[in-house]
């Protein structure tokens, strides 16, 4: 609960400009966000990228942020991710590094055709570099409209796949409609809050539908991005053949089960880690510990150490 009230604080702010502004509070969280973010510079999230390239694993680079406002600002995260697209290519990454990002950070809040422009435009200079892309999955609220944007630009550029939230009810269907288009799909339990009506719990009945998904996906022979630290689900996984399918990679957050992603990858996985950067970090810091409270203890011991 201590988490969700932050997140729902860092939504009514203005985070950059509200935490510069504290520079204690922003330097004392900065140890508990430090452990899931490459750091505040694009460069940062390049250097990891070219490391963990040269241990064999792929990435997925974002620069965090949701919900941009104005149009000013998403042209200023427009120029972001065409910079940031343009670092992957410099860095000889294009191969094995995918540029990751949420709609609402472009456009989507200010109005559909703007996401649609913004997106297209990016979808049209990834292509050229030969970078893939991957669209991340938020609130129940706006799916029906990110579906919409996704599909119009996915039917000309299959370099782009998309989230699925495994923990929806309305998820099954939108994999039918997805399953005609060649995007990739990474499949995640679901990061948000939602009312018990349109989404189910973390549990044994959320794992079987997360199972049947992935089932689905391959059965399609479509590519599909496990994207889980959920060490169980993996094995089961594995034991139902997904894993061995030529279509599948394990993706996992940056900072979280590091041990269980190399296990995979030296299994003889594909294997890839989510590479988030910029200053946005506080929002992306209270997704994590939502997601899993006994961090909000080790976000604490780490704000509180000298
Ligand atoms: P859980 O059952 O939540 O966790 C299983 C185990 O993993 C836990 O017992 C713990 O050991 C470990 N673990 C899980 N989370 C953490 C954590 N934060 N810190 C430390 N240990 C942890 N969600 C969306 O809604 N939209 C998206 O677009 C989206 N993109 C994602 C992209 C990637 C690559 C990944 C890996 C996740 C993404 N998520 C997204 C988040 C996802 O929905 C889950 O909230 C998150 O992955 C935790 O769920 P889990 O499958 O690991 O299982």
Known sequence: EAALALKSIARNISLKS?????PK?????????????TGETRQDAIDTARTLAAQG??????????????????????SEFLALSQAIETASLAGSATLSLDLSHIGLSVSRELALENLQRLAQDTRARGISMMLGMEESE??????EVYTQVAEQHQ???????AHLYRTPDDLAMLLRLPGKIRLVKGAFQEPAERAMQRGEELNL?????AQKLVEAQHSLWLATHDQQLLQECERRGILSSP??????????????????????????LYLPYGLEWYLYLCHRLAEYPPNIYRALADCVQP
């Open 142 to 147: 706006k799916i029906p409209a990110i579906l």
């Open 159 to 165: 370099h782009m796949g998309i989230t699925l939230q």
């Open 57 to 78: 694993y792929s990435t997925s680079l974002e620069c965090i942020g949701e919900n941009t406002a104005t149009e000013q600002a998403c042209q200023d995260a427009m």
């Open 247 to 272: 279509h599948t990679e394990v993706e996992m957050l940056y900072g979280v089960r590091s041990d269980l992603l190399k296990q995979t990858k030296q299994a003889g996985q594909q294997t890839r």
């Open 209 to 213: 539908r997360f199972l049947a998904l």
């Open 18 to 22: 509200s935490l510069q502004q504290m």
């Open 25 to 37: 509070v922003y330097s004392a969280l900065w140890p508990a966000a430090r452990r899931f973010v």
